[in-house]
């Protein structure tokens, strides 16, 4: 059984940082993508960020130059290093994995159960 979990959320005041990481468990053969989503209260869950096995990222306007997202492909771990926060990155982030286990056919996403970031003004 595959397990995403994730650590590092908490309060912050803005232009604060927080660095999120999140660990992919069990028995895995292959992650291609993974990434980073948020969900405020309120509003659709929207993409951050995203990280391919081969070093290609991807993130949202609304972060670039602040977040930056990285993977140690070794301890199938993916982070999130969050600078210059502001109250609008106010949200729930949720780590995101597209892996195929040992013995299956095809990738499948995975999600975490979520960990909250707060920024204060």
């Known amino acids: 059984q595959v397990q995403l979990v994730e650590s590092g959320g908490g309060l912050v005041q803005a232009g604060g940082s927080l660095r999120l990481s999140c660990a992919a468990s069990?028995?895995?053969?292959?992650?291609?993508?993974m990434g980073w989503h948020r969900q405020a209260p309120g509003k659709q869950r929207e993409l951050v960020a995203t990280?391919?096995?081969?070093?290609?990222?991807n993130y949202a306007d609304s972060v670039k130059g602040r977040f930056t997202i990285s993977r140690d492909n070794a301890r199938n771990t993916v982070y999130l290093q969050m600078d210059s926060l502001k109250p609008e990155d106010t949200a729930v982030y949720y780590c995101?994995?597209?892996?195929?286990?040992?013995?299956?056919?095809?990738?499948?996403?995975?999600w975490g159960q979520g960990t909250q970031v707060t920024v204060s003004s």
């Open positions: 995101n994995a597209r892996l195929i286990e040992f013995g299956a056919t095809r990738f499948l996403d995975y």
């Open positions: 069990g028995s895995i053969f292959s992650i291609n993508t």
């Open positions: 990280a391919t096995s081969g070093g290609s990222t």
